[in-house]
């Protein structure tokens, strides 16, 4: 599971902003378009081999099995082979096209920003805190790479294997599918809940660590004073309570999965069981084949499990916009006194 980064409120993005982030993102894409472009179809083959294995499994047991077809049974077992081999090669190369282009884009950002850091005017630097603006070169591009790296594939895969899922189960048994779609309202109910109280409390996590971290450099830089002055207990006592405050904001993120990941288990197994019995008295009744019902056991985690991940991926998109943003600003922000080359 990838860690979920929380964002304030005054930073969230309205659409007009994100549409021109995104956009100024896009031009300064332009160079590892190919990358691009070829990380996008490389997952999508990724997904299609995904959904193409419970199909297989399909064949093989209602055309081999089932009917006794030992030819169809071993091509199923090939292609099943294959298909494995082909999505295996496809996110191998896809991880690396999507580092390729996503640390040159990030490699090109520090530069320009670096670059224009050293152009600005020492008004700025009177105006600006020096952590602040260390910090758009280290956390706020650590955000982004985090985006990068895992965040984008990983939303696109979960689009497309949502999307994709639902195509294929409708396509096999449009019945099966609305007993499916039963525990979805509730599983998008608990998600929105989810990124509401992971973004509340993730967001007291970075405010106690910004404390306790501060109480920290407090005691360190001032130990002469704490120590001529005889204040060592009232410094321990004070940093104890700082870091007990991040304990408890913690446990309160760590409670927050506790609830939402079992909801999530319980409604993929809920619906699995509704599958099996609605399924297996179909195939009693003869609308349904046992092939079927397998094939809708084995996809239904790609109906699920991407939902979780998009509701975890919501927080990390928001923090890397606003970190994009701010990074557009600082680059945004007007040389007073331009030198001469």
Known sequence: MMPMSAVDDDAKLDRKEAAQVLRRAARMLRPYKRDVIGAGILVTISTLAVLAGPFLLKVGIDRGITAGQEAVLDLAVVAFVVVAVIAYLASRVQILMISRSGEGFLRDLRNRVFDHLLRLSMPFYDREKAGVVVSRMTSDVDSLQELIQQGLPQMLSSVLLIVGSVIVLGIVSWQLLLVCLIPV?????????????????????????????????????????????????????????????????????????????????????????????????????????????????????NLFEPLQQLSQLFNTVQSSGAALQKLFELLDTPVDLDERP
């Not at 989810?194 to 001032?222: C, H, K, P, W």
């Not at 609605?278 to 985690?301: N, P, R, W």
């Open 185 to 301: 309202p509730f599983v998008v109910l608990a998600s929105i809940k989810f990124q509401r109280d992971s973004n509340e409390a993730y967001l007291t996590v970075r405010d106690r660590i910004g404390l306790t971290l501060s109480s920290l450099q407090e005691g360190i830089s001032g130990v002469r004073v704490i120590q001529a002055y005889g204040r060592e207990d009232v410094e321990i006592g004070r940093f104890e309570r700082r870091n007990d405050s991040l304990y408890r904001a913690h446990m309160k993120s760590v409670f927050v999965q506790a609830w939402y990941l079992p909801v999530i288990e319980g409604a993929a197994v809920g619906c699995t069981a509704l599958v099996v019995a609605i399924g297996g008295k179909m195939v009693v009744e003869g609308t349904a084949t046992v092939g079927t019902v397998a094939f809708f056991v084995l996809t239904l985690s």
